[in-house]
Structures are given as structure tokens and as C-alpha cells.
């Protein structure tokens, strides 16, 4: 189950019952303002170096206790250059779907809200355009973005657990695959 060796702000794994639970210490995020610049790039993130075109998804879930709390998939090519999908708790008191990708700074989007504390998420590569998608059931996928972004090859992928405003949380990951094929359609993700 789990897939990733790597650590970029080691925190631990627990594993129980095919879960992967990360803990989040408090004030931890990978955020780059982009009114500021301020760099956040703090939050744990478990990965693996993957080449070429791949698709990553999870069934995320954590217990939204603070503003911005969230279990995210990840995607990083150097510290400036990456993008996620997370399950967060928003500023508007809404579970939500939210996107961001980076590129000398982050963009912020909000996506679907939802009422259940788990969704899967899913990113996937095709040469230098990314597709973000969601599932509420883990088989029919929802597009959430579909992007250019000019990447290296060799990409780090993987998780995240963050808790930027509050005083941590533990994200939990099940159904985590990494697949490394070539989306035929990649509005749909497949």
C-alpha cells in the first residue's frame, strides 16, 4: 500500500487498517502568497520521484477542525513549481475541493463543496498538461482543472497533511494508487 519513500518535511506514518495517517504539526502548509510572495513551504509531504506521464489518486479524509485544514495529493517539481488538490476547510465554513498550482506564486481556487468528510482525489500528467479531478464514490470522476504547466521529467509524488492556521490535525489516505500510463482523455481523467 504504501507507495512513497521520500520524505520533504518529515513527519511519520501510522499505518492501520489500510489507512496511511500523516500527522500535520500547527502552521504548516505549502502556500506561496500571491499578493506577497510569502513562502509557506512547511507542511509534510510523502512521495516518490516518478518520470514521465502518471496518474496519482487517493480517498482523502481528516476532521476539518481549523481554517485551512486539509489532506492533499501533491505534485512538486522544485520549490516554486507545484500543485495540489486537497480536501480543506475553507474560509467559508464549507469541506471543499480546492486546487492550487504554483509558479513562482500559488493560485487559490475553491471548488465543489461538499458534505462528507472524505472524497478521492486525483492528479494526473499527460507531457506538460495536468488534469485535477474528484469522486465521491472512487470510480466517476469530476474535472476540477485541466492546466499547462512546463515541468522537468521527473516529478516528486505524492501526499500532504497541512494545518496552516491551526494546531495540526492527522490526515488520513486509503485506496492510494500510482499509476504509470498516459491518459487517453484527459478532461475526464482517464
Known amino acids: 500500500m504504501n507507495l512513497f519513500d521520500k520524505w520533504l518535511n518529515e513527519s511519520r506514518v501510522i499505518e492501520k487498517e489500510g489507512l496511511l495517517q500523516i500527522p500535520a504539526p500547527g502552521n504548516t502548509d505549502f502556500f506561496i502568497h500571491p499578493e506577497t510572495g510569502e513562502i509557506k513551504n512547511n507542511a509534510p509531504f510523502f512521495y516518490t ?10 480517498k482523502v479524509r481528516h476532521d476539518f477542525i ?61 507531457g506538460n498538461a495536468f488534469a485535477m479531478h ?38 488520513d489516505f486509503s485506496d492510494i494508487q500510482l499509476e504509470r500510463i498516459t491518459m487517453q482523455n484527459i478532461r475526464a481523467g482517464k
Not at 520521484?49 to 487517493?58: I, K, M, S, Y
Not at 474528484?134 to 497533511?161: E, W
Open 134 to 171: 474528484y469522486s465521491t464514490d472512487g470510480i466517476h470522476y469530476q474535472m476540477v482543472r485541466v492546466f499547462h504547466m512546463k515541468a522537468s521529467d521527473t516529478l516528486k509524488a505524492g501526499i500532504v497533511s497541512q494545518s496552516p492556521t491551526g494546531k495540526g490535525l492527522i490526515s
Open 49 to 58: 520521484d516518478v518520470q514521465g506521464d502518471f496518474v496519482l489518486r487517493a
Open 66 to 126: 481549523s481554517t485551512y485544514d486539509g489532506a492533499a495529493l501533491f505534485v512538486m517539481d522544485r520549490e516554486d513549481r507545484w500543485m495540489k488538490l486537497c480536501h480543506e476547510y475553507t474560509d467559508f465554513d464549507t469541506y471543499a475541493v480546492v486546487s492550487v498550482v504554483t509558479d513562482g506564486r500559488s493560485d487559490d481556487a475553491n471548488g465543489q463543496s461538499l458534505a462528507d468528510q472524505s472524497v478521492w482525489l486525483q492528479i494526473g500528467r499527460k
